[in-house]
């Protein structure tokens, strides 16, 4: 059975931290493409980052510069390390995966197959 658990989500003021953990089972995960997506009320989901098989990452113009991606093989773990906040990064935050071995360009047009149940991230002024 393929699960996606994320976990680090949280309420914080404006500047703060937080880091998004997403450990996944039942694929291939070292082979994979994982994606962060983000969905605030009211607004379409957006992308946030990805990383391939290669460890190549995009990031959304919005985050660019303050959230980092990493993803670490051993533990079937990708990460989203989101430092200077923002109240517009309010959002549930979706983990999502494509088991097969993209380029970071077929990554992002992927409809991944699985995803996680989300958790959510409060920012406040």
């Known amino acids: 059975v393929v699960q996606l658990m994320e976990s680090g989500g949280g309420a914080v003021q404006a500047g703060g931290s937080l880091r998004l953990s997403c450990t996944a089972s039942?694929?291939?995960?070292?082979?994979?493409?994982m994606s962060w997506y983000r969905q605030a009320p009211g607004k379409e989901q957006e992308l946030v980052s990805a990383?391939?098989?290669?460890?190549?990452?995009y990031y959304a113009d919005s985050v660019r510069g303050r959230f980092t991606m990493s993803r670490d093989n051993d533990k079937s773990t990708s990460y989203l390390q989101m430092n200077g906040l923002k109240p517009d990064d309010t959002a549930v935050y979706y983990c999502a995966a494509d088991d097969r071995p993209l380029s970071i360009e077929d990554c992002l047009g992927s409809p991944d197959n699985y995803w996680g149940q989300g958790t959510q991230v409060t920012v406040s002024s």
């Open positions: 039942g694929f291939t995960y070292s082979r994979s493409c």
């Open positions: 990383i391939s098989s290669d460890e190549t990452s």
